[in-house]
């Protein structure tokens, strides 16, 4: 089992720019996260995503935005970057199991913006 | 006032001491809890779930107090190698959205 996968490790980016970042779930997951975690500081929920919707959103602009496909992996999109976004962009996979859901993390993406 | 709060630390402990997290959550709504370890620069890795009354496992044990809205983690015995920081989730059901504490530093001293 792979386990939570996501790509790229590490990206650097000019202010202004765009940036995709993805994840694959681990095997047998259908629910994915997205979470912004800046240095110091404990990861903040961004959105999640399951049956190639989004189900729920934190608190964070509309230049986050995201897409799940059919085979349950996941894009993170952030438009018009500005130098706050650099952090370690975290993707949790779950499914969901009545209340008690364990999420599973992948190893992150950590992006720069200069 | 956070969703979930942790004392960030840090807690600077000798080896072998016993050492206890606190953590409080505001949404009484919230349903299950987990604590998540976290290393320098890698991911959060699920070190306990926390259900009903609490649970053990080897040197961890987490417990939850409804009443208080607390989940607190205690360490026995420390080694080198829990020097990490703790983060407290509570699940708040529903969608299933789990909201992270800003975690709690610990560093264990041989």
């Known amino acids: 089992d792979a386990g939570v996968t996501q790509s790229p490790t590490h990206l650097i980016k000019t202010r202004g720019q765009q940036v995709t970042l993805r994840c694959s779930p681990k095997?047998?997951?259908?629910?994915v996260s997205w979470y912004q975690q800046a240095l110091g500081q404990g990861p903040q929920f961004i959105f999640q995503?399951?049956?190639?919707?989004?189900?729920q959103r934190g608190n964070f602009p509309d230049r986050f935005s995201g897409h799940q496909f059919p085979n349950y992996s996941s894009e993170l999109n952030v438009n018009a970057l500005l130098l706050g976004d650099s952090a370690l962009y975290l993707c949790?996979?779950?499914?969901?199991?009545?209340?008690?859901?364990?999420?599973?993390f992948g190893q992150g993406t950590r992006l720069t913006v200069v | 006032r956070k969703e979930v709060e942790q004392d960030p630390g840090p807690f600077n402990v000798p080896e072998g001491a016993t050492v206890a997290f606190n953590c409080t959550y505001s949404?009484?709504?919230?349903?299950?809890f987990f604590w998540y370890r976290q290393d320098c620069r890698k991911e959060p890795k699920l070190l306990m779930s926390?259900?009903?009354s609490g649970n053990e496992d080897g040197r961890f044990t987490a417990q939850l107090n409804r009443a208080s809205q607390y989940i607190s983690l205690l360490i026995r015995d420390s080694k080198l190698s829990d020097s990490a920081t703790y983060l407290c989730v509570a699940n708040s059901g529903g969608y299933q959205k789990v909201t992270f504490g800003t975690g709690t530093k610990l560093q264990v001293i041989p």
């Open positions: 949790a996979s779950s499914r969901p199991q009545g209340a008690h859901t364990e999420a599973f």
């Open positions: 926390v259900y009903s």
């Open positions: 995503y399951y049956e190639e919707e989004e189900r």
């Open positions: 949404n009484s709504a919230s349903q299950s």
């Open positions: 095997s047998g997951h259908d629910t």
